[in-house]
């Protein structure tokens, strides 16, 4: 089966995990950002690509538990410039919130950091105590098995 119509079939049939963050990410939803859905790439086929980012979202079952194919994967992307970020299908369930801020951190640069000469606020009066908490990172993940990224 060629690519593009397996990739055609996955978007027919999203697990509950990628049909809520699908809902989050589509049509330029996400902070402006475009997403594309269960995309070709090489011989890949990714859950979610924002390629003006560079940057793939995958949503992963315990299925993809400590994959070798996922390291591999994610190697020949992050070799090609993505980034790749992955989440467990429960912490997209459970975690919505936590999973975009993660997302959104990886979307949005870094602003400069201040001038250490010159005025300007110090670094230890940002952000106010209780404001602007992030989320640390998630635990690392795995991913790649049949029924996502390479057709059967």
């Not at 086929?45 to 979202?57: H, P």
Request: net charge negative.
């Amino acid at each position: 089966m060629a690519l593009q119509t397996f990739a055609r079939k996955l978007r027919a049939a999203p697990t509950d995990a990628e049909a809520i963050l699908w809902r989050n990410l589509r049509a330029h939803r996400f902070a402006g950002h475009k997403f594309k859905r269960q995309q070709p790439i090489g011989n890949y086929i990714v859950d979610f690509v924002c390629f003006e980012a560079k940057l793939i979202v995958e949503a992963d079952g315990g299925q993809h538990n400590g994959s070798l194919a996922d390291k591999d994967r994610d190697a020949w992307f992050e070799a090609r410039g993505y980034r790749v970020m992955r989440f467990w299908n429960n912490d997209v369930m459970g975690n919505l919130d936590g999973v975009l801020s993660a997302i959104l951190n990886q979307l949005t640069p870094s602003p400069q950091p201040l001038p250490l000469e010159g005025g300007g606020a110090s670094f230890s009066s940002f952000p106010p105590e209780g404001e602007g908490a992030s989320i640390s990172s998630l635990p690392p993940r795995g991913g790649g098995t049949e029924g996502e990224g390479e057709p059967p």
